[in-house]
């Protein structure tokens, strides 16, 4: 709708008469009666000329959300402000009229009022790259008609969210919404699947049972990977979109499918007519509204989002979560994401699991996600906990504090760790050749048995093993 507010009334008698031949729905109005048309018509576009209180200015910033063209060139210093889409003049020119309409109409669908990140609007649709705010704008156009919708992608990009969200934003939003996944049910059970059968139509079926048509009724049903259908029931989905009635399975009784239709893919339909294993004229039928679902390479600023709402997603799952630094953030970004969104929640999972409650830098990530070449943090610890470390690697068992009393099988050990010299010894090297010193004579002593040189040492099997591949004691 278009007010036109001038006191110049002839003026504005005119500019409606031209609009009206148009085809473009007007109305005049006054100062005092706009707020009330600005409520009656939602988002209206207002045409502004002549005032008598000369307030054009205050008006204008009045309704930021409201776009503006300004009639006559005394009102041009105007168009510095945001909402002022531009400006008409006399004689009215249907080509510039109709063009600067246009971008009015821009300004209301864009704005960012309406940037959706209300969750009630788009459930689980994240993000705020251009590429997203276009998908919840095709979202938002095709959900309140009921125009059958294709949504295309590769795998892993949350088709299914997009089509949860044309549901939910719908007329039909109080009604069931039913996903199907046409690539996961063999071809002689989908037709009984989609429609139902009745009791005895084929061996095994013992009773009468509802199809994801029926169970769909009033609602939404959502085909997934449509790409994977055989052709034969290509046939029959065709023969119930065109006719809007289908027969259960061994029935006779005409049903009445009152059920919108959503189907997605990640193949090339277009590729499959050309090799004879899609069907053109269903292509057709279900590709009405087109919905290109972005990859994720293709939105790679969206995932510092999908990051938080993955990880709270898993917290509420598992009691646990995980943060990324932001160097972690970028690395990412730089990943190619065969997988999409999935690859990224599989990500987030398997972080949890190694540093539950921690902080992820891009040396903590697997390698295929390290894109920064960053130094991974190396902590140096006092003398006294390195020397602590060395004696149990020696003892096996863990060194003990003064005032504990040694195992009785190292009591000889203690004995002969021998007396410090006058002029200090380096411990660490002293107490690395004595361990290397100890474990030779042990594996001479049985020969490299190693099991029986571990016994005597007084450690585990596989410790022992850990330590000559340290220092390369082996027989050779």
């Not at 709708?1 to 006054?30: K, P, Y």
């Not at 790259?129 to 998908?135: S, W």
């Not at 029931?233 to 959503?262: C, F, N, P, S």
């Not at 020696?394 to 006058?422: K, T, Y």
Request: charged residues 25%; contains cysteine; negative net charge.
């Amino acid at each position: 709708m278009i007010l036109i507010l001038d006191d110049n009334t002839t003026r504005a008698q005119g500019l409606s008469s031209a609009l009206t031949f148009v085809g473009e729905a007007n109305e005049l109005t006054t100062s005092g009666d706009l707020c009330a048309n600005i409520d009656k018509h939602h988002e209206p576009i207002i045409v502004l000329g002549a005032l008598n209180n000369g307030e054009h200015q205050q008006l204008i910033k009045a309704h930021p959300e409201l776009p503006f063209l300004l009639i006559g060139e005394t009102l041009k210093p105007l168009l510095d402000i945001a909402n002022v889409i531009g400006l008409i003049t006399e004689p009215f020119h249907h080509d510039v009229t109709t063009q600067l309409l246009h971008d009015c109409q821009q300004y209301a669908r864009m704005k960012p009022t309406q940037s959706a990140h209300n969750p009630k609007a788009f459930n689980g649709l994240v993000g705020d790259t251009e590429a997203v705010n276009h998908v919840r704008f095709l979202i938002s156009q095709v959900a309140k008609t009921e125009a059958n919708v294709l949504i295309l992608g590769e795998s892993g990009t949350g088709k299914e969210v997009v089509a949860r969200n044309v549901h939910l934003l719908s007329g039909r939003s109080s009604g069931p919404f039913v996903p199907v996944n046409c690539g996961a049910i063999p071809g002689e059970l989908l037709e009984s699947e989609l429609f139902g059968h009745e009791k005895g139509a084929f061996t095994g079926a013992i009773s009468a049972r509802k199809g994801r048509f029926e169970l769909a009724q009033g609602g939404t049903l959502f085909l997934d990977e449509i790409g994977d259908m055989p052709l034969q029931m290509q046939v029959k989905l065709l023969r119930v979109l065109q006719e809007r009635t289908y027969e259960r399975v061994g029935g006779t009784k005409a049903i009445q499918a009152d059920v919108r239709v959503i189907a997605a893919t990640h193949r090339n339909l277009e590729q499959m007519i050309e090799a004879g294993d899609f069907r053109e004229d269903l292509y057709y039928r279900l590709n009405v509204f087109p919905i290109e679902n972005p990859a994720l390479r293709e939105r790679g600023d969206d995932i510092g989002l999908l990051l938080k709402e993955l990880t709270k997603r898993t917290a509420q799952q598992s009691g646990q979560s995980v943060k990324f630094t932001d160097r972690a953030i970028e690395s990412l970004k730089g990943h190619t994401w065969p997988g999409n969104i999935r690859e990224l929640g599989n990500l987030v999972e398997r972080m949890v699991i190694m540093f539950p409650d921690q902080v992820v830098d891009v040396p903590d990530l697997p390698k295929k996600y390290q894109h920064l070449d960053v130094e991974a943090f190396v902590p140096e610890y006092p003398e006294e906990l390195l020397e602590r470390q060395a004696l149990n690697d020696i003892f096996g068992e863990g060194f003990v504090d003064d005032d504990e009393q040694l195992p009785a099988e190292h009591e000889s050990a203690a004995d002969n760790i021998g007396v410090l010299p006058d002029d200090g010894v380096n411990l660490k090297e002293y107490l690395a050749e004595l361990e290397v010193s100890l474990i030779t004579q042990a594996l001479e002593r049985y020969d490299y048995v190693v099991a029986r040189a571990a016994e005597v040492l007084g450690v585990r099997r596989t410790t022992l093993v850990e330590k000559m591949k340290k220092y390369n004691l082996n027989r050779d």
